[in-house]
């Protein structure tokens, strides 16, 4: 597990104004377990309310437009996702490709315009079923990172990984601990590769995928996974906070 092992929620497409309870109990909770990093990503309509409750866990957003201001109705910018609160965005999530056809030149796009209005990255990558069955796993997602890595800007300390596969997300099924520190491996040496040791050292690969309390320590504990990124089982203050206690 990382130094300061980083515990994320990803809310997707859920939650009106009585969330705010669940935000304010993880936040308070957050306080006592300074060693992990918390945060959440709400849906855009409730970044600036969570921001105004939150004093400890880091808040964020679920996507952004690659581009500045202008005629995109029904879009959000990062410039737009900062100023209400939101200090890091989720790119590049399956549900974004899957629903939205995002390729990763798009999601690289994304990426530097994040950069460029100061937000941290999470960079989601995972390969379907049919695809790790066909023993293609690894060159699949590290397919995915080499096109959608910034490499205009140096992420330094703001760029992090989430390895989610996506036949473990909302399924209940979760990658054996093999698998996962194999491909957590495999992210680690491409990253080496491609901003040195010095810059990839600091940037932290998550687990996602159905964790739960249940199964958050062990998978916490490879020592290659840095933290979770967490869908389902962030909806509810008790199950989040479960996780974060797996990680503390
Ligand atoms: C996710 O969508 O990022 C995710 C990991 O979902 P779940 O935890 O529900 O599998």
Redesign the pocket.
């Given at each position: 597990m990382a130094e300061r092992p980083y515990i994320v929620g990803?809310w997707?497409m859920n939650g009106t104004r009585a969330m705010l309870s669940e935000a304010r109990a993880i936040d308070r909770a957050a306080q006592r377990y300074m060693k992990v990093e918390v945060a959440v990503a709400p849906p855009y309509t409730l970044i600036h309310a969570v921001h105004k409750e939150a004093e400890q866990i880091g808040i964020g957003a679920q996507d952004c437009h690659s581009g500045a201001e202008g005629a995109h109705t029904g879009d959000i910018n990062a410039s737009m996702v900062a100023d209400a609160g939101a200090k890091f965005v989720i790119l590049g999530?399956?549900?974004r490709r899957q629903d939205h056809a995002e390729t990763d030149e798009l999601i690289n796009a994304k990426i530097e315009s994040a950069l460029e209005a100061g937000l941290r990255v999470i960079l989601?990558c995972g390969e379907s079923l049919e695809t790790r069955d066909a023993g293609e796993a690894e060159s699949f997602v590290l397919g995915q990172l080499r096109a959608a890595l910034p490499i205009f800007q140096d992420p330094a300390d703001r760029l992090t990984i989430?390895y989610?596969p996506i036949w473990?997300?909302?399924?209940g099924r979760t990658a054996t601990v093999e698998d996962i520190a194999a491909m957590h491996r495999a992210i680690r040496a491409l990253l080496d590769e491609t901003f040195g040791e010095d810059v990839s050292a600091k940037v932290r690969i998550l687990y996602?995928?159905?964790?739960k309390p249940d199964n958050a320590r062990e998978i916490l504990a490879v020592p290659e996974v840095g933290g979770a990124?967490?869908?389902?089982?962030?909806l509810s203050a008790e199950n989040f906070l479960g996780i974060v206690v797996g990680a503390s």
């Amino acid at each position: 597990m990382a130094e300061r092992p980083y515990i994320v929620g990803n809310w997707k497409m859920n939650g009106t104004r009585a969330m705010l309870s669940e935000a304010r109990a993880i936040d308070r909770a957050a306080q006592r377990y300074m060693k992990v990093e918390v945060a959440v990503a709400p849906p855009y309509t409730l970044i600036h309310a969570v921001h105004k409750e939150a004093e400890q866990i880091g808040i964020g957003a679920q996507d952004c437009h690659s581009g500045a201001e202008g005629a995109h109705t029904g879009d959000i910018n990062a410039s737009m996702v900062a100023d209400a609160g939101a200090k890091f965005v989720i790119l590049g999530h399956s549900e974004r490709r899957q629903d939205h056809a995002e390729t990763d030149e798009l999601i690289n796009a994304k990426i530097e315009s994040a950069l460029e209005a100061g937000l941290r990255v999470i960079l989601c990558c995972g390969e379907s079923l049919e695809t790790r069955d066909a023993g293609e796993a690894e060159s699949f997602v590290l397919g995915q990172l080499r096109a959608a890595l910034p490499i205009f800007q140096d992420p330094a300390d703001r760029l992090t990984i989430a390895y989610e596969p996506i036949w473990a997300i909302g399924t209940g099924r979760t990658a054996t601990v093999e698998d996962i520190a194999a491909m957590h491996r495999a992210i680690r040496a491409l990253l080496d590769e491609t901003f040195g040791e010095d810059v990839s050292a600091k940037v932290r690969i998550l687990y996602g995928g159905s964790v739960k309390p249940d199964n958050a320590r062990e998978i916490l504990a490879v020592p290659e996974v840095g933290g979770a990124l967490v869908g389902g089982a962030s909806l509810s203050a008790e199950n989040f906070l479960g996780i974060v206690v797996g990680a503390s």
